[in-house]
């Protein structure tokens, strides 16, 4: 007797493969869950039950993100256990700048054709990424689409809540002139700059295995290495001191995304050369011919995530983030903005 499922897996949607990868996941999926999460996987939606008890006005703060064409690069060299963490670390990190602890996390997986043994390592990093930010993977979407992708690729797309209490939400309006910015260590490229770093490798003729010019690692690795996560020392930072803003350094870099938090009366000033640049974009700026303006403008350039506090605290930031195995530096301060059409970011090269 013919299967229910024959006309449909004859048209290229295997849905008994998907039931048994939904099954091999579920153990690695339910290890994510905290004492919120109401619901299994595999229901029409997540329930989570939220703690209200230590907030007066909590406000739940939602993010979404992918992971851009570095998902080419991915596939290229057929390694697919870290690209989640990548997934979870671009909406984790945005919703953090606002004072949110991140709760749950929801992914989208889609691909032509499901094979269950990539789609389960994807799955593996985005458990990894949720068990760093300290947030449950509380649900998702796999949708295998015929035609709609070339063999072997996927897409991905991510969606975190958290929540913060109203009178905490870091939002940068009391930054002042003077104040300190201090800057958090990237672990790479992150997730940003890929469609420039793709060309840059290829035209570069170096192959997967070959090293990172002036380091001991392969430049495949190095071009991969997730993005990091800042929940728990940023969290643990916020308990003691009072943090004027934050920032994630992603698409645009320092150029666009300081002046998100920055009021209009002030203008941050950067000194270069503070903070120690990985090789990786000291690779990308030869190979590009690019200068440090224009690598600023695209890439983190070392530095992923920015606090802002008052000047005074700076030392004692860094302190504790030293203690928590994170290196900072004081990578400039609040300057009073020249007139309302200046740049608000002056980096100084000097």
């Keep these: 007797m013919a299967s229910r499922s024959d006309a449909y897996k004859a048209a290229g ?5 998907a039931n048994d990868f939904i ?13 919120g999460v109401v619901t299994d996987i595999g229901g029409f939606g997540g329930l989570f039950k939220l703690d209200l008890t230590q907030m007066e006005e909590p406000v739940l703060v939602a993010g979404t993100d992918g992971v851009g064409t570095k998902l080419k690069l991915a596939f290229a060299e057929n390694k697919h256990d870290t690209i989640g963490i990548d997934l979870v670390a671009m909406s984790v ?7 949110a602890k991140p709760l749950f996390f929801l992914d989208y997986f889609a691909t032509g054709k499901l094979e269950s043994g990539v789609a389960e390592k994807v799955v593996a990093g985005i458990v ?19 035609g709609f992708y070339p063999d072997g690729e996927y897409d991905l797309s991510g969606f975190c809540v958290g929540m913060v209490d109203n009178a905490r939400i870091v939002d940068g309006s009391s930054i002042t002139i003077g104040d300190a910015i201090i800057g958090l260590e990237s672990s790479g490229i992150h997730s940003n700059g890929y469609s420039l770093v793709r060309k840059l490798y290829e035209q570069s003729g170096l192959s997967s295995d070959d090293l990172l010019p002036g380091t001991d690692r392969k430049i495949g690795e190095a071009l ?7 929940a728990e020392e940023v969290r643990n930072i916020m308990r003691e001191v009072d943090v004027k803003g934050m920032v994630h350094i992603t698409g645009g870099g320092f150029y666009d995304n300081l002046p998100r938090i920055m009021p209009r009366q002030v203008a941050a000033k950067i000194d270069f050369g503070s903070w120690e640049m990985l090789p990786v974009f000291n690779w990308l700026k030869e190979q590009g011919d690019l ?7 695209i890439f983190n350039c070392g530095i992923g995530y920015v606090l802002v506090v008052k000047k005074e605290l700076a030392e004692d930031v860094m302190d504790r983030l030293t203690g928590m195995n994170m290196r900072a530096w004081k990578i400039g301060e609040m300057v009073r903005r020249e007139n309302p059409e200046s740049e608000q970011v002056q980096v100084s090269f000097d």
């Design 13 to 17: 949607v295997d849905i008994d493969a």
């Design 23 to 35: 099954g091999r996941i579920k153990n690695m999926v339910s290890s994510t869950f905290t004492k």
């Design 93 to 99: 990190n945005d919703i953090l700048v606002q004072g």
């Design 128 to 146: 990894e990424g949720c068990k760093q930010s300290g947030c449950a993977l509380l649900g998702g979407e796999t949708a295998e689409m015929p």
């Design 224 to 230: 991969l290495e997730p993005t990091r996560i800042y």
């Design 291 to 297: 200068s440090w303006p224009e690598m600023l403008q």
